[in-house]
């Protein structure tokens, strides 16, 4: 068989099967995932709150903290989020509220107006941390030295007068990254003879 004769046959094929697939997702329809409103609004915001019927968001479903980087008015302002590896690394952020203004008043909660955990997603690495706040509203803390990776840092706090709240971001150790066996499971935990 020649070229121009293998060709022919091949869009044949092609449009054939392209036909079959048309005429097999026109009888099938379209695959129903309830496109209500719920399906298109984030659960934990205002917008939530107004397609449930709850305007006060007391009825809204939440979001499990840690898990947005912006819920319940507030913003975690990162402006790096990439860190170099194998050395301790200043990290700078900021809490805003919906007006993008930072806020500079939070109430002590477990001793400390703010508590930062970074988790490295190998589950291995981890650091619990209380960085201090500047007049302007920025928080710094010194990282220790992290192997390189992807990690989510998880800012908790409440803003004074207001309800508790859990954000989160994603942080870039750069460079090569190493496999890490994860630890075996367990239902204890020792440290420092505890």
């Known amino acids: 068989m020649r070229a121009p004769a293998k060709l022919a046959a091949f869009a044949a ?6 036909g079959g697939g048309a005429v097999v997702g026109a009888a099938a329809g379209p695959i129903d995932v309830g496109g209500d409103e719920d399906h298109d609004v984030l659960a934990g915001t205002e917008a939530a709150a107004e397609s449930t019927g709850a305007a ?5 479903e ?15 302002d990162v402006p ?8 301790p690394a200043w990290f700078r952020f900021r809490v805003l509220d919906d007006a993008g203004v930072p ?31 500047a007049a302007d509203g920025e928080w710094t803390v010194e990282l220790p030295a992290l192997p390189a990776g992807s990690y989510r840092a998880f ?6 007068g207001d309800e508790a709240v859990t954000l989160g971001v994603d942080l870039t150790v750069t460079g090569p990254t190493l496999a890490v066996d994860v630890p075996a499971p367990s239902r204890q935990a020792s440290v420092d003879g505890y």
């Open 56 to 60: 006060d968001g007391s009825e809204a």
């Open 62 to 76: 939440e979001l499990p903290g840690g898990l947005a980087v912006a819920q319940a008015g507030y913003r975690l």
């Open 155 to 160: 800012a908790d706090f409440r803003p004074t």
């Open 13 to 18: 094929v092609l449009a054939i099967v392209t």
């Open 103 to 133: 806020v500079t008043r939070f109430d002590v909660e477990h001793e400390k107006r703010l508590h930062l955990v970074v988790v490295g997603r190998n589950l291995v690495d981890y650091a619990h941390l209380h960085p201090t706040m």
């Open 80 to 87: 790096s989020a990439a860190l170099p590896a194998g050395e």
